[in-house]
């Protein structure tokens, strides 16, 4: 009795080297997240370090002071109007890129069509911004000239809408892919329609995911540089006597343009500025993220799980 | 019977409703912000309007927008010059963006902006764009943009530097060489300078600067398309810097690199430079554009007159139609180039023009003189 | 909707000759999943208001033919049907039938309780609301409820998720809410495999209560199951096809329950109940 019971603790016992690949694993994946903390904890540094004179001293008055040759009146207003106005975009195609995401995940077919589509969105999703750039030069800035007024924030927000659009599509669809046959099946057997099973069971459950496709969307669309460059985005504008319309038609800017016209000039009292605007958009961003996994959260919390 | 709570389907999308409420909110202050701050800007100053005199005097406030694009080291400059205006006459939508001189041509010989700005002349193909698109234009020599080669006060050594040695000392070829005497493997290929086994510690401004770009395009691309004499014909040069150099977008990072060693070699813009000599932290180099040619101290009048060789032209491109028919561009261009208006050039760090140069390039704006006017 | 009603609705005459109180008429009925032929020639009738117990080995194809009832098999895309399934006479498959309409008067129990992330009550009155119901529906939740023998668990925290739930409470509420559309038939894919013995003997009672309105059709792997509620009994089973080499469902035998346990008619049938099979 007393034999047993040693022999079997023993075999219980702990014993080192039995789990080493466990045990180098955790350690490389805990250096992994070490590394990714450090590095935005880096990043974060460096931008606060160099920002603080501007966010110690004139926050408000940067935040709400147009772009100027004046270091001391220079500001991003212009530019979180533009993103702000972008991000509008890309938010009014995210019911078309959910429906895209709808057809594509639940009526359509599986033909070589639908495939094919499904294979190009995904390629579209990877194809570099400077593309959309280019496309919404021909198309936004050139074709539908009398619409959007040239290179106008119309024009950067419709393409960087397009550019966002085959993320939304993805994500979207793939949070629908997500919602577990059971749930459809059990509508489906309680005698609802196809299009009753998508708006009361599966759009529903599949919210949270295409809330996060969205968020990762408008993110990225503030954070994009290239196709605004393309496009026309300037260093600095003023608006004359342009009512609302003509100015949505007219010059614009972006914070990531501010944070590159920033970075240009060659003083280097501009660095500060350069770091300050780069610290608006990490907080705008930063922002969005947060209202999402909120939201998030609520609306799993109501679904009960 | 116990009560049974009505159903709530609209709950969840309710939260949908917050994001988007949100961010149009988000939008809609920040709209309002812009708003406010272009109210700020109005200040109108009369003083400004006396240049527009003569040509057309405007009845009542100007009207009209633009865009002026081109050179990125011409944009602080028009930056300043723009935003003055603009202060003077808040009826103009008026806009600045700096791409480079290429894409403002582009821009400017397709119709697209009235007035572009360039850090060299237009080149031959660029023009047969704006020809063949009917653009014609006047050329107006706006600066100099001059770059100053600078060592530690300690230095008694160095005196004077060619073209080709700054080649040898700072080009991707120097790539490694820790002592000026390393560079002799170059200059020895074209029987220039022998350089003393000394420390060679390099200093300049980052990628991301005008400077940056203009050195590498004057001396190292000069000396590599064989504008100092050397046969670029019998070996291949680079057109680029070194990479080992010690970098700062901070002149004054520059200059402290430049006093920590006495053999140090560094560039920046004239203007600093100057201060920095002025002030015993830094020696001026002087600069000979080919081997065994005439040394050249710079100062302002050197650079002026183009004797100083490591200095480029900055011009400004103005659609001739628009500088004659629209009266935003006109009153415009009118401050640009009026003496108050001038003032910018150097407060953005580049020199004026010679007076002769100035004058000139005035008469050449009240004259609408079309077509090329400078070489 | 009466059943003709239905019949005029779906646009097909009754036909004649089935058996006066058979729900279900089978003939012929073989199940494709793209090349895979799952079940091959089924023919049986399933009486009015009796239990039906399928049981068979697993992959014999019983989910397959019971998804057949209620065209579930229609949302999988591979899936096809050849034969005729009859329902009071109506084929099920032909054109003119609307499968919303036949879900409506076939109620579904899944075998892994599938509550919807709802509250209790969103969960019974759903199918009353899709069916197009308005109004006050407590009475029909309540009456739902209490026929699944819920109503007292938990008439406190209606308006609470049914997520929330242990799970045979989850599987009553599913059965609640297949009751809440006023079915006709009810089908019941194994709906006690995820529960204790405690809360199958809660089910099985229910099952036996609601016979009298209902006709129900259950998969179970349960022998004492099939033996304790079932009426009749029909015992699948898979073969090796010879030529495709795939796995091939087939029905043995159906008969009155007793017969299947007692006496059955084939070997394979005795072997499977007596728990000798391979
Ligand atoms: N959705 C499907 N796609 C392809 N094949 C399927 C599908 N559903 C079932 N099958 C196949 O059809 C055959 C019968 O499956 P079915 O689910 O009807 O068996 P079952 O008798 O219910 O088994 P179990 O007792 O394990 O539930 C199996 O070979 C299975 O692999
Ligand atoms: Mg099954």
């Not at chain 1, 009014?92 to 190009?120: C, K, M």
């Not at chain 3, 009155?125 to 197009?132: D, E, H, L, M, T």
């Amino acid at each position: 009795m007393h034999d047993r019971q040693t022999v079997s603790l023993d075999s219980l016992r702990a014993r080192r080297g039995d789990d080493a690949a466990g045990h180098v694993f955790f350690l490389l994946i805990t250096a992994a997240v070490g590394l990714a903390f450090f590095i935005v904890a880096a990043v974060g540094v460096d931008v606060v370090v160099e920002a603080w004179d501007i966010l110690a001293n004139r926050l408000w008055d940067f935040l709400a002071s147009p772009s100027s040759a004046d270091e001391a009146k220079s500001g991003v207003s212009q530019g979180i109007r533009g993103s702000a106005l972008i991000a509008a975009f890309v938010i009014l195609t995210f019911p078309a890129g959910v429906g895209a995401a709808i057809y594509l995940e639940e009526y359509a077919d599986d033909t070589w069509l639908s495939r094919l589509i499904q294979v190009t969105v995904r390629n579209l999703a990877g194809v570099p911004s400077i593309v959309y750039g280019l496309l919404g030069v021909a198309v936004f800035v050139k074709g539908l000239d009398g619409l959007t007024g040239g290179r106008s924030v119309i024009a950067a927000g419709l393409a960087i809408a397009v550019l966002v659009l085959p993320v939304i599509v993805i994500t979207a669809g793939e949070a629908l892919r997500a919602v577990p046959t059971p749930l459809r099946e059990g509508a489906y057997g309680l005698g609802a329609t196809q299009w009753e099973v998508i708006r009361t069971q599966v759009l529903p459950a599949a919210l949270p995911g295409i809330l996060t496709g969205t968020v990762l969307g408008v993110a990225r669309a503030l954070g994009e540089a290239a196709p605004l460059l393309v496009i026309g985005a300037v260093g600095f504008y003023t608006t004359g006597n342009q009512d609302f319309v003509e100015q949505l038609r007219g010059a614009f800017t972006a914070l990531p343009m501010n944070i590159a016209n920033y970075a240009r000039l060659p003083a280097e009292t501009w660095r500060g500025h350069a770091a300050a605007a780069s610290f608006v958009l990490l907080v705008l961003v930063f922002l969005i993220n947060l209202v999402a996994i909120v939201v998030r959260a609520r609306i799993s919390k109501r679904l009960g799980r | 019977m116990h009560e049974l709570l009505p159903p709530s389907r609209s709950d969840r999308f309710r939260s949908v409703g917050l994001i988007v409420g949100l961010l149009a909110l988000f939008a809609l202050i920040s709209a309002l912000v812009n708003d406010d701050a272009s109210v700020t800007v109005v200040a109108a100053e009369p003083s400004v309007d006396g240049s527009t005199e003569g040509d057309v005097a405007p009845a009542g406030p100007l009207d009209g927008e633009f865009l002026i694009s081109g050179s990125s080291t011409v944009y602080p400059i028009v930056l300043e010059q723009a935003e003055a205006f603009s202060d003077a006459n808040d009826g103009v939508a008026i806009s600045v963006e700096g791409p480079g001189s290429g894409d403002g041509a582009q821009k400017f010989c397709n119709g697209e902006v009235p007035i572009a700005n360039a850090s060299r002349l237009y080149k031959q193909q660029e023009l047969e764009i704006c020809e063949a698109n009917g653009i014609e234009y006047i050329e107006l020599r706006r600066g100099i943009d001059g770059i100053t080669v600078i060592s530690s006060p300690a230095n008694d050594r160095i005196e004077c530097l060619s073209f080709n040695d700054l080649y040898a000392l700072i080009s991707e070829e120097a790539s490694g060489f820790d002592s000026w005497a390393d560079a002799n493997a170059l200059t020895s290929l074209w029987d220039g300078t022998a350089f003393p086994d000394v420390a060679l510690d390099v200093y300049g401004p980052g990628e991301e600067s005008g400077t940056f770009d203009s050195f590498g395009e004057i001396v190292i691309e000069g000396v590599a398309k064989g504008k100092t004499g050397l046969d670029t014909e019998s070996r291949d040069f680079v057109t680029s810097i070194r990479p080992d150099y010690t970098s700062s977008p901070d002149d004054n990072v520059i200059l402290q690199g430049i006093g920590a060693s006495d053999y140090s070699i560094g560039w920046v813009g004239f203007a600093f430079a100057k201060e920095a000599e002025e002030a015993g932290a830094a020696k001026l180099v002087q600069v000979a554009k080919e081997d065994g040619g005439l040394c050249v101290s710079p100062t302002e009048e050197t650079i002026a007159s183009a004797a100083f060789p490591i200095a480029r032209f900055l011009y400004t491109y103005v659609n001739a139609n628009a500088a004659a028919n629209d009266p935003a561009v006109i009153a415009f261009v009118d401050y640009m180039m009026s003496d108050e208006g001038l003032d910018a050039v150097s407060s953005a760090g580049y020199i004026n023009l010679a007076d002769s140069d100035q004058l000139r390039a005035q008469a050449i704006w009240v004259n609408r003189v079309s077509g090329p006017a400078w070489d | 909707m009466t059943m003709t009603e239905f019949a005029i609705t779906a646009g097909v005459k009754a036909a004649s000759g089935t058996g006066a109180n058979d729900v279900f008429t089978v003939d012929g009925l073989n199940v494709f999943y793209g090349d895979h032929h799952a079940v091959s020639e089924v023919d049986l009738a399933v009486k009015e208001r009796e239990i039906t117990a399928f049981i068979g080995p697993s992959g014999c194809g019983k989910s397959t033919v019971l998804r057949c009832f209620n065209r579930m098999n229609d949302l999988i895309d591979i899936a096809r049907v050849e034969g005729t399934v009859r329902y009071h006479g109506v084929d099920l498959y032909d054109e003119a039938v609307d499968p919303v309409a036949v879900r409506r008067r076939i109620g579904m129990v899944f075998q892994k309780p599938n509550p919807f992330p709802k509250s209790i009550f969103d969960n019974v009155a759903y199918g009353p609301r899709v069916g197009g119901r308005k109004g006050n529906l407590d009475e029909v939740v309540e009456r739902s409820l209490r026929s699944a023998g819920l109503w007292d668990e938990v008439k406190d925290r209606l308006s609470e998720s049914a997520l929330g739930m242990s799970g045979g409470q989850q599987q009553r509420l599913c059965i609640a809410r297949a009751i809440a559309v006023n079915p006709d038939v009810l089908l019941m894919d194994e709906p006690c495999s995820a529960l204790d013995p405690i809360a199958t003997g809660v089910i099985e009672e229910l099952m036996k209560e609601i016979q009298s309105e209902y006709t129900i059709i259950i998969v179970t792997h349960n022998m004492q199951q099939a033996a304790r509620v079932s009426d009749r009994t029909a015992f699948f089973t898979a073969e090796i096809d010879e030529r495709s080499g795939q796995r091939r469902g087939k029905l043995v035998e159906f008969e009155e329950t007793g017969t299947i346990f007692s006496n059955p008619g084939d070997e394979r049938t005795e072997a499977y109940v007596t728990g000798r099979f391979g």
